[in-house]
């Protein structure tokens, strides 16, 4: 069935009006165990449809989603829960496990969901499933909820924790009193995103007591990966598959208490979050900013599993710097709000705000917290109310690490990110608002002056020119021409109001777009070329971008203007060139390394190792050192190659490379030197060991080759005959050490 289909099928219909008749919907229970006792400590509840198309429960709630009956599916399905567990007797201490279907978590007014604990029975243990997602999307509303049914005595169930990083920012905001783990970390092979995962929630328990319970443990294997990850309780058809009536003939344990700690009011503030006794320290808002950055500089090396919450006093100091670090904080980090007065709902995509109001104490503070399972700081500023420059304002503030402090303030400023939650902003949809679009066009009209002449100048303009409003959030574009319209493909209703960024693709060089911000930011003018994407198709292109700030009466930027050239012609004929000189370069590197390189056995040519012993015995005539030539001659290479060929001879002489290249230390030298024999140069030596050293050498070069070699499937035994010389007990110069080596090498032959 297709759950966005906007005309159900009547059956469906019918049968969604049954389900949602009182008894309509009924619950299954499934076992939770303890992992080393296996003694039952809860059940969880799982809705069912009455029998037919509905009976599953991906159908029946993809049908309610359609009908858009999903919050009054997702209650009928609790009451059947609380119903069915006092009926079949999962009572207190045995506790039972409810979902709230996170869409409605989303959606539902505060009444509604608190409405979920006040209909329980109280001989009910109740544990309260939520996922990440609903803090995410209304993090005040929910920290309320849960706050209140922690007063009720309910536990708290933070679910599927490792299918999202955000599942592991919120835990300590939430502070669940039980992780449950995704099924897919008992079930998958373990690997670094699921070590990460084990890590933080690990850490968490350990520190707050709670209990690991992992899904979908369904073998031998299964439980035993569950015990290695650290969880205590398991849940899986080896324990028992959901039933109608839960077994109560088991032996039965219980969860540990939940969690009670007293819930930080939105109406307190993160500095007051600070315990008595605290140092402050008193400094300019310039020092607070640059904490900030290193802070939020923190978080991005964190990544998604962080959180980041921060107050900036008024929108007029989100300022186009800030909007360009907090962009990227949202691209790099699981969860970012941002609180000022006059802020919107949303100053950029992707991150959250709120409007403080006038005589919200967090008016008058600076705050700046990050929060990760393994991390965790608070800066906490308050402003003293000093006159002067706006950068030489006075505030006291600490900065502090304790995890408590960070977690509570945390709490605080995402207690006030809601539409109508205390000290928040009013609900938007009261307030008159013009499309992004309407909004872009005024600017647009403002900065031209209404005058049509600059605009049909601009329009008819080759190149492609826009305006950006940097005092907007997220930086809109207010004017495009004729032209940009058609560099970007798309019509201006879709450009305008909308950040440039989107016309960027996934290949566009991050370094240039950083030196664009960093130019904008600083209010300076930039050139750049750009690989940016056209039209729906997103059909790459490279743009020459040129931009140029606008400043108003009192020398503000208020605008950039753009002009965008398409060079893509010129790029590519520039590519293909440095193409055909890599291609040239690496032809060349191949002749000069064909040169010195010996083709059969990959060693140096002779060649080649004249010319390092040259440099060797230029250096030790400077240093006093010793050099040492080895000459190995192979005995019986025509034999071999006259009796089994030349291929034959060939790899027996690729052998003996090989063994002598594994036998010398690094920085000595083996060449090929003739057909049948090699050269070792052995520079660097002590004069007074040198001697010793040679011959040392020497007895290991000559064990090594002197075993057999596998020629045809056959073992083939090589004499070698060797012989060194050294300078500058031997000879003086390359010439002499090669004759008196080679003729100690036909001594050793004669033997």
């Not at 109508?420 to 009013?426: E, I, K, L, R, V």
């Not at 009261?430 to 909004?439: M, N, Q, Y």
């Not at 250096?619 to 019986?636: F, P, S």
């Not at 049948?676 to 007895?699: C, I, K, M, P, Y």
Request: charged share 25%; proline share 7%; net charge negative.
């Amino acid at each position: 069935m297709d759950p966005v289909r906007p005309m159900p099928d009547p059956a469906l219909v019918t049968a969604l009006a049954e389900a949602l008749a009182p008894g309509g919907v009924r619950s299954v229970f499934q076992p939770i165990v303890e992992l080393d006792t296996g003694r039952v400590v809860a059940h969880e509840a799982l809705a069912r449809g009455p029998q037919g198309p509905l009976e599953r429960p991906d159908q029946l709630f993809a049908a309610a989603r359609v009908a858009g009956r999903l919050a009054e599916l997702d209650g009928a399905c609790r009451v059947a829960a609380f119903d069915g567990a006092v009926r079949h007797g999962v009572l207190a201490p045995l506790a039972l496990f409810v979902n709230v279907e996170p869409e409605v978590l989303d959606t539902a007014p505060l009444d509604e969901l608190l409405a979920i604990a006040d209909s329980a029975p109280g001989r009910l243990r109740v544990v309260l499933e939520i996922t990440e997602r609903a803090i995410a999307a209304r993090p005040a509303e929910l920290l309320r909820t849960v706050a209140r049914v922690r007063e009720l005595g309910w536990g708290i169930a933070l679910d599927d924790v490792g299918a999202e990083p955000m599942s592991l920012a919120f835990m300590p905001l939430l502070r669940p009193d039980v992780v449950k783990l995704d099924l897919r970390l008992v079930q998958e092979r373990p690997g670094p995103a699921i070590a990460q995962i084990m890590n933080a929630v690990n850490a968490y328990a350990e520190a707050t007591g709670a209990a690991v319970l992992a899904e979908g443990i369904e073998d031998g294997r299964h439980l035993a990966m569950a015990r290695a990850l650290g969880a205590t309780l398991g849940q899986g058809w080896l324990f028992g598959r959901p039933t109608d009536t839960p077994s109560t003939d088991r032996p039965a344990g219980a969860l540990p208490a939940p969690a009670h700690e007293a819930p930080v009011g939105a109406s307190d503030s993160p500095f007051a979050c600070l315990p008595e006794g605290t140092r402050l320290r008193r400094a300019p808002k310039t020092l607070l900013i640059e904490l900030s950055k290193q802070l939020e500089r923190e978080a991005m090396r964190l990544g998604e599993t962080c959180v980041v919450a921060a107050a900036f006093q008024e929108a007029r100091h989100f300022t186009p710097s800030t909007t360009q670090r907090y962009r990227d904080l949202v691209e790099r980090t699981g969860f970012v709000c941002a609180l000022g007065e006059g802020l919107p709902v949303e100053p950029l995509p992707g991150l959250r705000g709120a409007d403080l109001a006038p005589a919200d104490p967090v008016r008058g503070e600076w705050d700046v917290v990050v929060l990760a399972p393994h991390f965790s700081v608070a800066l906490l500023a308050r402003d003293l109310g000093t006159t002067g420059p706006d950068l030489e304002r006075q505030f006291e503030y600490a900065l502090t690490y304790d995890r408590d402090v960070a977690v509570r303030a945390a709490r605080s400023l995402l207690g006030r990110v809601a539409p109508g939650a205390p000290g928040s902003a009013p609900d938007p949809a009261s307030r008159p608002a013009l499309p992004a679009a309407t909004a872009a066009t005024a600017a647009a009209a403002g900065l031209l002056g209404g005058d049509a002449l600059a605009r049909r100048a601009l329009d008819a303009t080759p190149s492609g020119v826009c305006l950006v409003d940097v005092r907007l959030p997220d930086q809109p574009l207010v004017y495009v021409n004729a032209a940009f319209e058609r560099l970007a493909g798309l019509p201006r209703e879709e450009l305008l109001g909308r950040n440039c960024r989107f016309l960027q693709g996934p290949d566009t060089d991050a370094a240039a777009v950083a030196r664009i911000r960093d130019a904008v930011a600083a209010g300076a003018e930039c050139r750049e070329v750009l690989l940016n994407v056209r039209g729906p198709e997103r059909y790459p292109w490279f743009n020459e971008l040129h931009l140029s700030p606008v400043t108003d009466e009192s020398g503000a930027v208020v605008q950039y203007i753009g002009v965008q050239v398409d060079v893509t012609e010129r790029v590519e004929a520039e590519r293909a060139l440095q193409r055909e000189r890599d291609r040239s370069h690496s032809y060349l590197a191949q002749i000069e390394e064909l040169a010195v390189t010996d083709p059969l056995t990959g060693l140096p040519t002779a060649a080649h190792l004249r010319q390092q012993v040259e440099t060797a015995l230029w250096n030790a005539r400077a240093t006093g050192d010793a050099v040492a030539l080895i000459v190995v001659v192979v005995q019986g290479h025509a034999q071999l190659e006259c009796e089994h060929g030349p291929a034959a001879a060939e790899a027996a002489m690729r052998a003996t490379a090989e063994r002598l290249r594994s036998r010398l230390r690094r920085g000595d030298l083996v060449a090929r030197w003739t057909r049948d024999s090699f050269a070792v140069v052995l520079s660097g030596l002590a004069s007074a060991t040198s001697e010793e050293e040679t011959e040392r050498v020497l007895d290991q070069l000559t064990g090594a080759v002197a075993g057999p070699v596998v020629v045809e499937d056959l073992p083939v035994v090589l004499s070698v005959s060797t012989g060194a010389a050294r300078f500058p007990a031997d000879a003086d110069d390359l010439a002499g050490l090669l004759a008196a080596a080679e003729h100690a090498a036909g001594r050793t032959a004669a033997r």
